[in-house]
């Protein structure tokens, strides 16, 4: 007799793929599974995590509030940021050194103030894994001076998506839940058209962390030699310059060179060596 085995840990359920999917299909086999891919921001889960308020994919900043959130919420869109979820902070001081062999001090950020958000995933991970169902004191401050603060008890919604199983019991599948994410809320903040991601960032972000410099070699001087991964006459024979990306040097490939001409504007670095 033939019997169907159904995994109840998640993990398991995660790593399983389907009759006729190919690998491509799961996960870990993404351009970036990280926070964002080519396929999706995986940091729009986090918007709706909290009942009641709904929460920018990369900072502290409450955005808007749900159309059914009790009327004290509606005074947090573009006023308040979340500052702690029962006691645990989402924030925290960047510091280290200002100049080489330098003190560790407190480093501004582009606001001039040296606190800045986490990402969500790490902040709000435990407070996921020990409230999710739960309501948690949520903490939020101002934006700007003078500085207020406002508590509320908001729910942790369950992230995994709640199915009834024969028999009326309930089982959690490993699909994210309809309730944080609803259709087309992954691929909300990516750029559009794609090849933008190529470009925006210069280059310290890209969603598929592409190269950055490559043809590297050892210099005269032990420093090392190389181009940037955006020059438009990088080859292997190149001189090993490399061009400092300030988004107007016209020896980099621009936003009209990836629309136009993607095919052959992107190609592969091979053990960041350019090859034919």
Known sequence: MRKSISPQNLTAQLQYRAAGN???????????????????????????ILVGIVLHE????????????????????????LMKVEGEPVTATVTGPLIAGGPNVPIPNTSSDSVTNLEWSN?????????????????????DPPLATLKFNLRVRHFFEKVLLPGGKKATQAVISRDIAE??????????????DYRVCACF???????DY?????????????????????TPESAKVYVVDDLQDQRLLTYGDLFREWEKALR????????E
Do not use: H
């Open 123 to 143: 902040a709000l991970a435990d407070v996921l894994y020990r409230y999710s169902g739960k309501e948690v004191v949520c903490e939020f401050q101002t934006i």
């Open 268 to 275: 592969f670095v091979i053990g960041n060596q350019d090859a």
């Open 58 to 81: 990369t900072t502290n900043v409450v955005v808007g509030v749900e159309e059914d959130a009790p009327a004290p919420l509606y005074v947090l869109p573009t006023l308040y940021q």
């Open 22 to 48: 190919p690998p491509s299909t799961l996960p870990g086999a993404a351009v970036s599974n990280a926070c964002p891919g080519l396929e999706m921001d995986f940091r729009n889960v986090w918007k709706r």
């Open 214 to 234: 490559v043809n590297v070699e050892l210099g005269e001087d032990g420093a090392s030699v190389g181009n940037n991964w955006m020059q438009k006459d990088r």
């Open 183 to 196: 259709a087309g809320a992954l691929t909300q903040s990516l750029c559009s058209p794609w090849q933008n």
């Open 205 to 211: 972000y890209w969603a598929a962390t592409r190269p």
